[in-house]
């Protein structure tokens, strides 16, 4: 069981930055890959970003690239999603997840097996 705890999100101006948190168990940490979904008022959960076990490889949605950046750290166990130059389209609920996710798994939400109660982000324009 891995247990997500997010924490970060905020209100801010379009143009604006915000770092998210998710701050995972610690004994199971470094078993999983860790991904970002958001989820706006009726739309499904989309995929944001998603960092490997070893966090040698980063995946990103192209409506973030450039935008967003994901990290990871192993000696407090947290999970990352610094997100700049927002947009009122980047306005949801964002949720940390854990996974062994592959192939086009990484960007579904199938590819996760533990998910945390979800932050709010509200950009205004």
């Known amino acids: 069981q891995v247990q997500l705890v997010e924490s970060g999100g905020g209100l801010v101006q379009a143009g604006g930055s915000l770092k998210l948190s998710c701050a995972a168990s610690?004994?199971?940490?470094?078993?999983?890959?860790m991904g970002w979904f958001r989820q706006a008022p009726g739309k499904e959960r989309e995929f944001v970003a998603a960092i490997s076990r070893s966090g040698a490889t980063t995946y990103y949605a192209d409506s973030v690239k450039g935008r967003f950046a994901i990290s990871r750290d192993y000696a407090k166990n947290m999970v990352y999603l610094q997100m700049n130059s927002l947009e009122p389209e980047d306005t949801a609920v964002y949720y940390c997840?854990?996974?062994?996710?592959?192939?086009?798994?990484?960007?579904?939400?199938?590819?996760?097996?533990?998910w945390g109660q979800g932050t709010q982000v509200t950009v205004s324009s």
């Open positions: 610690r004994r199971t940490f470094s078993n999983y890959a």
């Open positions: 997840a854990a996974g062994s996710p592959y192939a086009s798994r990484w960007y579904s939400v199938d590819g996760y097996d533990y």
